[in-house]
């Protein structure tokens, strides 16, 4: 075998323009391929970490309530207690409140549209900042100062278009949660470049203050955006162990009607569930057209004689609220109905429209456990939230949406999205640019490959003679053949090592220009470059398959050399 | 004794002119205004916005709007400019539909979704009552803030407003209505934190069924300064209209 390479290494040296050329072709395709697969990965990387993980999250606890557009999660305490024990602390980064809106901004005689997003961070870790912006005016530590009311990080580009300066005053236009329009005066403490395009028209506030602006409640929050430590791995896990633990109890609280004990029991409004309760529940008295409608309120016959109540009369029921007090809500009764159901006596049962806006806005303190969960009245009652199926990708989700849309129930609704959901259109990004890339490589390889069939197919023409020389002296065919194609071998490997070098230069050269652009580009950009991350293992494995690619070209020539008569060959003449 | 007397008279005369002459309660004005607003008919209109944005010119706006009373349903359709002609918006019941002519789609959009791009929302279409919505603001002594003034030369009585529900979009509001007849002449509305964000100026009237209508009025962005939309409603009729102009068909059809 050294003999065999020794000729082989002897006659790659000695055809040197031949075979640079053909090392040079060899070498810029797989340059080509280190860029194209680096830029991929760059591109992806940028989209995943800088866009997708910002704008979608990680993993998002969303919550919503009827038609609005703002995302709310009336007991944050609760549901990040879930988050918490459900994910091993070894994966879990951060779990944050995605807290933005977009508003209207006039600065000085200028106005444009702006997203207001809160960045909840403590003053110790304040290195964020400078991860995340380059500081051009102002001081970074004024945004935990307590000087300002509304201190704001404002991008270099946006206080170009409001035309202020540090120090200068932001006036805002924002809706609230509540639908109302809410203004404020920000002052601006720093005016920083963003690491990526999307954030030339954020605003940056401190969470807490945000949240005041737009009207959210101390325990309440916006999504939940769960950061974890290796995403790509643990984001689907743990999406469906969550959406698991989240499922919903029914609704049951217990509270009081003047002195007496009762308990409240939503029913869900829909003819199905009604009909299921129908042939329980008996109504004895009252307008049972009424009982069952949108606003429907009925009460236990023994509850009614307790409590000397008739249809037609109002009542005040109350209830421990977890963070209001006492809270106190009067209703009419439209039906009494025959307590001698598995409903129990103490019940008041009303219909889920009548009361999940009162049960949102004054939390519970307790949800009591009522009926167990394979009864089949169970599935009539209505429960604390909508905990949305989950959805396979983008397409799925905004199909559920959509129908969500026109559902028109006032009751909270729960949805547990992954980035592949939430975003898996940009995630198909990098499947779509590598096999681009693949297609590509390999159109010019082929092109390549060619060229090796036909250099090798003169080399053996014009070797002929010495190919009969070699046999004449006792080589053995299978040496012949195996000199050719360690020769073709060492070409590429040698060709394919420069070519990764070469590649990684024209990285390094690409990656350190700075691109000033707000256009399409800009997404891809970080820091205004453009970025490229280097998957060795994915290059290692186009390296070996050019090998074997190039060794399989070489096989049937080398074959068609070796297979040469000694005799005919040493004849050869031209 | 003669002087006392005089000095009795003279203060029970005060007493009265202050009952005779005191304004009237804001409540009382409030359930005056709607009750001579309250049109408790169907009815159809043409409206025209034409608004004025800084640094953008002028849009004039088109549609036609159709209400009917019994349950509040909506129906609008967007006659100009020619990007906009042929959507339509559609509320029934708690369903609210944007329609595309282009697309040929209807789409469900919040109550609180612009109209046309305009500033106007669906919610502001809805016909809701000023005692359901607002309350009068009390000072620190636990007075209604009323107070008699003048806008231009006529006198008007000034009162501010306290939202009762969330479902406004000015929390504070403060009105202008002729002492005479009490229609509102202006109105400010002000943000959670105070700020006066619009200004509106109710330019005129007209009686129709027996009720008050406003016909012009103008809406100033006080915000972002400007910015202002003048509002014409014409061409207004109370005839009652059939159910199936509130559909998603008649949209359609009306959109071609």
């Known amino acids: 075998m050294g003999l065999v390479t020794r000729l082989s290494w002897r006659n790659l040296v000695r055809q040197k323009k031949r075979n640079l050329f ?17 830029f991929s990965h760059g591109m992806v990387d940028v989209l995943i970490n800088e866009v997708v993980s910002y704008a979608f999250g990680h993993l998002v606890v969303d919550g919503t ?131 990526n395009t999307f954030m030339n028209m954020v605003l940056f506030m401190q969470g807490y203050r945000v949240k005041e602006l737009l009207g959210y409640k101390p325990w309440e929050s916006a999504s939940l955006q769960v950061t974890l430590r290796d995403p790509l791995k643990t984001a689907k896990y743990y999406a469906d162990i969550l959406h698991e633990k989240l499922k919903p109890g029914v609704i049951c609280v217990a509270g009081k009607i003047g002195r007496a004990d009762c308990q409240l029991v939503a029913f869900k409004h829909h003819d199905q569930a009604k009909e299921a309760l129908r042939a329980e529940v008996t109504i004895v008295a009252g307008d049972p057209e009424k009982a069952w409608e949108k606003r429907g309120v009925m009460v236990s016959k023994a509850l009614a004689q307790k409590l000397g109540l008739k249809a037609g009369d109002k009542f005040n029921y109350s209830y421990q609220t977890k963070f209001r007090g006492i809270y106190e809500e009067e209703f009419t009764v439209d039906a009494i109905y025959d307590s001698r159901t598995k409903l129990g006596a103490d019940v008041l049962l009303v219909n889920e429209e009548r009361i999940h806006d009162i049960l949102n806005t004054y939390l519970p303190a307790e949800f009591q456990e009522f009926l167990a969960e394979d009864d089949p ?136 220009f700075t691109f000033n652009s707000t256009g399409a580009l800009s997404i891809i950009l970080k820091d205004g470059r453009l970025v490229f991350k280097l998957a060795p293992l994915s290059i290692l494995g186009n390296f070996l398959l050019i090998l074997v690619i190039a060794c399989v070209t070489a096989y049937f020539p080398a074959r068609h050399a070796a297979n040469l008569s000694a005799v005919e060959a040493l004849r050869h003449y031209e | 004794m003669a002087k006392r007397i005089i000095t009795v008279l003279v203060c029970s005369l005060f007493i009265v002119s202050g009952f005779i002459y005191a304004a009237p309660g804001v409540n009382d004005l409030l359930a005056e205004i709607d009750e001579m607003m309250d049109l408790e008919s169907d009815g159809t209109a043409k409206v025209k916005i034409t608004q004025q944005k800084a640094g953008e010119g002028v849009k004039v706006y088109e549609a036609i709007y159709y209400l009917r009373d019994r349950d509040d349903a909506f129906l ?176 359609e059809n009306l959109s071609k």
């Open chain 1, 377 to 512: 009245l169970y599935t009539a009652l209505a429960t604390e939230w909508k905990l949305l199926r989950r959805s396979k990708d983008s397409q799925e989700l905004e199909k559920l949406y959509k129908n969500e849309r026109k559902n028109k129930s006032t009751q909270s609704r729960l949805n547990i999205i992954t980035m592949y959901e939430g975003a898996s259109d940009i995630l198909k990004l990098e499947a779509v640019l590598n096999l681009l890339t693949m297609n590509a490589v390999l159109i010019l390889f082929f092109i390549i490959l060619i060229g090796v069939v036909n250099t090798l197919r003169m080399t053996i023409k014009e070797r002929t003679r010495e190919i009969g020389t070699i046999r004449a002296i006792g080589m053995q065919k299978r040496d012949v053949r195996n000199v050719f194609i360690m020769e073709t071998l060492f070409l590429t490997a040698l060709s394919c090592i420069a070519g990764v070098t070469l590649g990684i230069v024209v990285i390094k050269v690409l990656g350190a």
């Open chain 2, 76 to 251: 609008i359709i967007m006659t100009a400019p020619e990007v906009e002609k042929g959507n339509g918006y559609l509320k029934q019941d708690d369903n609210f539909w944007m329609y595309r002519r282009n697309t040929r789609t209807f789409q469900h959009i919040n109550r609180d979704e612009s109209i046309a791009g305009t500033n106007a929302k669906g919610g502001d279409f809805e016909n809701k009552k000023l005692t359901e919505l607002y309350k009068p603001t009390l000072n620190e002594a636990g007075e209604e803030i009323i107070t008699e003034t003048m806008i231009g030369k006529v006198p008007v009585y000034q009162f501010e407003l306290t939202a009762k529900t969330e479902d406004v979009t000015y929390p504070k509001v403060i009105f202008w209505v002729r002492q005479d007849n009490y229609l509102p002449l202006k109105t400010e509305g002000y943000s959670l934190s105070g700020t006066l964000m619009e200004s509106a100026y109710y330019l005129k009237y007209t009686r129709i069924g027996g009720k008050y209508m406003w016909v012009k009025a103008m809406f100033v962005d006080e915000f972002e300064k400007g910015n202002k939309a003048v509002v014409e409603i014409q061409n207004i009729s109370l005839q009652k209209i059939e159910d199936h102009v509130f559909t998603k068909t008649y949209l």
């Open chain 1, 22 to 38: 053909l090392g040079i072709c060899i070498g810029f395709g797989m340059m080509i391929l280190v860029v194209a697969n680096s």
């Open chain 1, 65 to 195: 309530q009827g038609n609005s557009y703002f995302t709310m999660i009336r007991d944050k305490e609760r549901i990040v207690k879930i988050i918490e024990e459900n994910i091993k602390p070894e994966d879990l980064l951060e779990i944050n409140e995605n807290l933005g809106m977009m508003g209207r901004a006039v600065g000085n005689g200028e106005a444009d549209n702006v997203v207001v997003v809160g960045v909840t961070i403590e003053e110790d870790e304040k290195y964020f900042f400078n991860d995340f912006f380059t500081l051009l005016d102002g001081n970074f530590d004024d945004y935990f100062s307590t000087d300002y009311e509304y201190p704001v990080i404002v991008s270099s580009a946006m206080a170009k278009s409001l035309n202020v300066k540090v120090h200068d005053t932001i006036k805002i236009r924002i809706p609230m949660v509540t639908g109302q329009i809410q203004a404020a005066k920000l002052t601006v403490i720093a005016i920083a470049d963003a690491s």
